[in-house]
C-alpha cells in the first residue's frame, strides 16, 4: 500500500467513508466497511494483487512465483499491457440513409 499515491488512496477512503456514513451505521462499522474498500481497491490497483485472467482465481504475484520455481531462476515483471474491454475493435461507419438510398437503386 505504501507504493501507491497517498492522495488517491485518501480520496477513495473519503469517498468510501461518505458512502459508508449515508447507511447509517455505527462508526466503528463505517471504519471496518471502510478498511474494507480500501483493501478491495488496492487488490483492484495492484496487478501483482489482481486475479489471473487465466484462471480468474490465482493472484499474479502467485502466477509469478511458480512461474520462478519452474525456470529455477527470479522471474520480475519488466511491463505489462492493458487491454480494455471493445478495444481494438473497429466499427464501421454507415450512412443508414445512403445504404437505403442504395438498395432501392437496385
Same mark, same amino acid.
Given at each position: 500500500?505504501?507504493?501507491?499515491?497517498?492522495?488517491?488512496?485518501?480520496?477513495?477512503?473519503?469517498?468510501?467513508?461518505?458512502?459508508?456514513?449515508?447507511?447509517? @451505521?455505527? !462508526? #466503528?462499522?463505517? %471504519? *471496518?466497511? $471502510?478498511?474494507?474498500?480500501? +483493501?478491495? =481497491?488496492?487488490?483492484?490497483?495492484?496487478? /501483482?494483487?489482481?486475479?489471473?485472467?487465466?484462471?480468474?482465481?490465482?493472484?499474479?504475484? @502467485?502466477? !509469478? #512465483?511458480?512461474? %520462478? *520455481?519452474? $525456470?529455477?531462476?527470479?522471474? +520480475?515483471? =519488466?511491463?505489462?499491457?492493458?487491454?480494455? /474491454?471493445?478495444?481494438?475493435?473497429?466499427?464501421?461507419?454507415?450512412?443508414?440513409?445512403?445504404?437505403?438510398?442504395?438498395?432501392?437503386? *437496385?
Amino acid at each position: 500500500m505504501a507504493d501507491l499515491d497517498k492522495a488517491e488512496v485518501e480520496r477513495e477512503r473519503g469517498v468510501l467513508t461518505e458512502k459508508a456514513a449515508l447507511s447509517g @451505521k455505527a !462508526v #466503528d462499522i463505517i %471504519a *471496518k466497511m $471502510v478498511e474494507g474498500g480500501i +483493501r478491495k =481497491a488496492y487488490q483492484e490497483w495492484v496487478l /501483482l494483487e489482481q486475479a489471473f485472467i487465466i484462471d480468474g482465481k490465482t493472484k499474479v504475484s @502467485k502466477v !509469478v #512465483d511458480d512461474a %520462478a *520455481k519452474q $525456470v529455477g531462476a527470479p522471474v +520480475r515483471l =519488466a511491463g505489462y499491457l492493458r487491454f480494455a /474491454l471493445g478495444e481494438g475493435i473497429e466499427k464501421k461507419s454507415e450512412d443508414f440513409a445512403a445504404e437505403v438510398a442504395a438498395q432501392l437503386k *437496385k
